[in-house]
């Protein structure tokens, strides 16, 4: 199938050579055979009040020593390769920023941006030494210029560093649980993070199977 009237070409890499990869009784998902990525058209995306109350319900405190575990996927390889007394920005860190708390922990320094928590544009004019971006990706409607906007804020030889669930194939994508959270609404393979890496001049390395950094060269 080709792309529809509303989806003429891919949020990311603006290709056209897009085609269908799956559907379900809720939504379709298409896929560029550019860059890989595969996205849900801009017909089924939740409103911005029904995104709002999605992440009102999430519950991610910097005292759940579970969650830290989880962020720590990320967090030890990416404290392993900064200097001491960095500035970081926690991009989409939603209601309740932990990631922020655990690397002020360690001695760096942090400003935070969400879109609906914490809504300060003027963090976005800023350079900074790393930014992170943990489970954030996924819920991008326009990923092409959210993606210029963090390595622009990126220093050379900054560290930009991800966390989200990556497909694997068709077969998989069918019975995955990730696809059920409507606010979910793209979806990386690691051939999508070799165009990003490619396309913004960046080392890439998966150090989990959910986390990913992208050094600025």
Not at 137 to 148: G, I, L, Q
Not at 161 to 180: C, E, N, P, S
Request: hydrophobic share 35%; aromatic share 12%.
């Amino acid at each position: 199938m080709q792309t529809t009237d509303d989806e003429p070409h891919c949020p990311l890499c603006h290709g056209q050579d897009v085609s269908s990869f799956f559907e379900d009784k809720r939504r379709a998902y298409l896929r560029c055979d550019r860059c890989k990525l595969v996205f849900v058209p801009r017909r089924f995306w939740l409103s911005a009040e029904e995104e709002r109350a999605t992440y009102d319900l999430h519950e991610n405190s910097p005292h759940d020593e579970g969650y830290r575990r989880f962020l720590s996927r990320l967090t030890a390889p990416l404290l392993e390769s900064l200097e001491p007394n960095r500035k970081g920005l926690d991009f989409g860190c939603g209601p309740g920023p932990a990631l922020s708390v655990i690397l002020e922990e360690q001695g760096h320094q942090m400003d935070l941006y969400d879109p609906f928590y914490y809504n300060d544009p003027s963090v976005l004019s800023n350079t900074y030494d790393f930014i992170t971006a943990t489970e954030v990706v996924e819920h991008m409607h326009d990923p092409n210029r959210e993606f210029s906007t963090l390595f622009r804020m990126l220093r050379h030889g900054g560290t930009l560093g991800l966390m989200t669930k990556l497909v694997i194939d068709q077969h998989a994508f069918r019975t995955w649980h990730y696809i059920h959270d409507m606010t979910h609404v793209c979806f990386y393979s690691r051939s999508t993070f070799e165009y990003l890496a490619q396309r913004f001049n960046a080392d890439l390395h998966f150090v989990a199977n959910d986390a990913i950094l992208l050094r600025k060269k």
